[in-house]
């Protein structure tokens, strides 16, 4: 396959490619709908290209075994959808502890419980503030595209790499499942074995006889030493707040109403922004990123012109929180949201702002 | 003047945190003159998850990493993907690899990984303050059994050792004691097998060491020695119960 042709593509084996070419060689994952095309495209291709693909017998063995590796100066992929992240929580909750890089896809669906397979947002709240015990903070990326996501898990690696912490990307189902023409990244090769010291001088390979031993651990029981590795960690995701939003903004100059939507949601909104422009109504669109750090810098210039801000997404608001507190105050936000695996159209979109407009137009 | 006896290089020159009495300490020691009389110290890298022994890392002087409970199986996979030609170990208690392990361990033995276990036994969990474990003998008394356990209540003792001695991807496993000396020098023997079956990529290789808690046992370190003796032997028989050709 060549570099730099533009292919149409199912999201899960375009991530799947991504990440091998971004230097992943090793892959831990357990069934689980709607992501099965990754770990089924890495069984096949991942031996091929020197690396290892285990068929977990859990999530929470998956993810302990991408603990092993990442500890060993693996470069790993982690993937599975919702109630599956549920389950890897432990292993979030520990990878912050000892500090180590990981790059994990979320190909989000509809919950709580066992929920549906049917793609969904209502993962928000899991992966932005997550369930594992402690203080810490998963960075993740939200692509609207495959291709989006595509050129995301190469900054991802380049990010876990740089912070040693996990980086989620969670795109719900629709971008898994869907076909898109997309231009794969150049392969970047990997790091060999022997060249795991140089890269990653903490990593667990042996002393060789010829330094101290390395020795990754969480357990801390002296609580002033534990508040001491915290307080030692923290700036880290200080300048992660400072260093890694990102956003897209549409039209915020003109818009009376401004729709904050991320993921396949915010492609389904600027159509609903084209039929409420035919209609004379303004609309404009922060598209977060990131969803942490959250981009509360898109919402600091927002003009008298905005008259609603409007929060829209697949969840029983979730997102609406963050908008908050990026407002801070000084604009009231509504929502628009379908949840259980459940779309909202254009339409649907359009006719719901107008009804929250007080139906002035 | 020729030495009779050298500290072995694989344990660091510090007193460990175990209580007086406690096994854990031989069972240490064991693994790494092994790994040191194999010259493979410098390629080693061991888990040890929750349980007394998760400060395991600060006695052995070997890569090391700590595991939340019951995963060091998984974790270790994880690790001998990228280091295929290490000598990996995880080291666990029956608190934590009989109890909230079991998955990772049977499916560690499953895949026929080329790593080895050191299970502790002790029949009780230890660092959590002498609770009942799977492995707790009828009639044991803990802080979570206090009239003895009943199999009413809390079924019969788990025997790992047996249980994956029925999976074809388990290709060594043995159980030993630690009560005495002679039953010492076997385990030593019993962990060198282990690292020769991963050195040779066989498959899983296991042992299970009988081991004393005296203090969560409320007995004295030698009466503790003489309860494995006495109460778990008849219980837990120490034997081999499967081997290759290439390591017999």
């Given at each position: ?6 292919r149409?593509?199912k ?22 709908t709607?992501q ?5 495209y ?16 859990s ?5 302990n ?63 932005t ?39 989620i ?22 790091t060999r ?19 101290d ?51 396949s949601t ?16 303004e ?79 | ?38 010259g ?24 090391m ?16 993907r ?19 392990g ?9 895949r ?13 969990f ?5 609770q ?117």
């Amino acid at each position: 396959m060549s570099t730099s042709e533009k292919r149409l593509m199912k999201g899960n084996e375009a991530f799947a490619i991504a990440a091998i070419r971004s230097g992943c060689r090793f892959y831990f994952g357990y069934p689980i709908t709607p992501q099965n095309e990754i770990p089924e495209y890495m069984s096949r291709e991942l031996s091929k290209v020197g690396g290892s693909f285990i068929q977990a017998e859990s999530e929470l063995a998956a993810v302990n075994m991408a603990y092993g590796a990442s500890a060993a100066g693996g470069r790993v992929l982690l993937s599975s959808s919702s109630p599956g992240i549920a389950l890897m929580q432990e292993g979030m909750s520990i990878f912050c502890s000892v500090q180590l890089p990981l790059v994990l896809l979320n190909v989000m669906r509809g919950g709580p419980g066992i929920g549906t397979i049917q793609p969904s947002q209502a993962d928000y709240n899991q992966v932005t503030r997550g369930g594992g015990n402690g203080d810490y903070h998963i960075i993740v990326y939200a692509p609207s595209s495959i291709q989006e996501a595509v050129d995301m898990i190469g900054k991802a690696y380049e990010v876990a790499d740089e912070y040693r912490n996990p980086v989620i990307i969670a795109v719900d189902g629709m971008i898994g499942q869907m076909m898109e023409p997309v231009v794969l990244p150049e392969d970047q090769g990997y790091t060999r074995e022997e060249d795991i010291p140089k890269k990653k001088p903490w990593a667990l390979v042996g002393h060789k006889d010829q330094r101290d031993r390395n020795v990754i651990k969480s357990l801390q029981l002296k609580q002033e030493l534990l508040e001491e590795e915290i307080m030692a960690y923290w700036p880290k995701y200080e300048r992660a707040q400072r260093e890694l939003p990102e956003y897209e903004a549409r039209n915020l100059d003109k818009a009376e109403v401004v729709f904050v939507a991320y993921g396949s949601t915010a492609r389904v909104v600027l159509e609903a922004m084209e039929i409420l422009q035919k209609e004379g109504i303004e609309a404009g669109l922060i598209r977060p990123k990131t969803l942490w750090p959250f981009p509360d810098q898109a919402f600091e210039n927002l003009g008298d012109n905005v008259k609603k801000v409007i929060s829209v997404e697949l969840s029983q608001g979730q997102m609406i929180n963050d908008v908050k507190l990026a407002l801070n105050g000084r604009h009231h936000v509504d929502l628009i949201n379908r949840v259980g695996g459940m779309l909202l159209s254009p339409a649907e979109i359009a006719e719901r702002t107008k009804t929250l407009m007080g139906g002035t137009k | 003047m020729k030495p009779v006896f050298e500290f072995t290089k694989g344990m660091r020159e510090m007193t460990t945190s175990y209580c007086p009495g406690c096994t854990h300490g031989i069972a240490h020691r064991l693994i790494m003159e092994v790994l040191e009389e194999k010259g493979a110290l410098g390629n080693a890298i061991g888990v040890s998850p929750v349980g007394c022994s998760i400060v395991a890392h600060q006695f052995m002087n070997v890569d090391m990493m700590e595991s939340p409970h019951g995963r060091a199986p998984a974790v270790a996979s994880g690790i001998k993907r990228v280091h295929p030609d290490s000598y990996v170990f995880t080291y666990q208690g029956d608190g934590d690899l009989a109890s909230i392990g079991t998955g990772e361990i049977i499916h560690a033995a499953h895949r026929g990984e080329k790593f080895c276990t050191f299970f502790i036994n002790n029949a009780i969990f230890g660092m959590t303050g002498g609770q009942m474990a799977p492995t707790s003998l009828i009639g044991q008394k803990t802080t979570t059994s206090v009239e003895g356990r009943t199999v009413e209540q809390a079924g019969a003792p788990l025997r790992i050792s047996e249980m994956l001695a029925t999976i074809d991807g388990a290709v060594y496993v043995e159980r030993v004691s630690l009560h005495s000396p002679a039953e010492v020098r076997k385990a030593k023997k019993a962990i060198r097998t282990a690292f020769e079956v991963q050195e040779k990529k066989l498959g899983f290789a296991f042992v299970e060491f009988l081991s004393t808690c005296p203090t969560n046992w409320g007995l004295s370190p030698v009466a503790a020695l003489d309860f494995i003796k006495d109460k778990m032997i008849p219980y837990y028989p120490v034997k081999n119960f499967k081997s290759v050709e290439e390591v017999k």
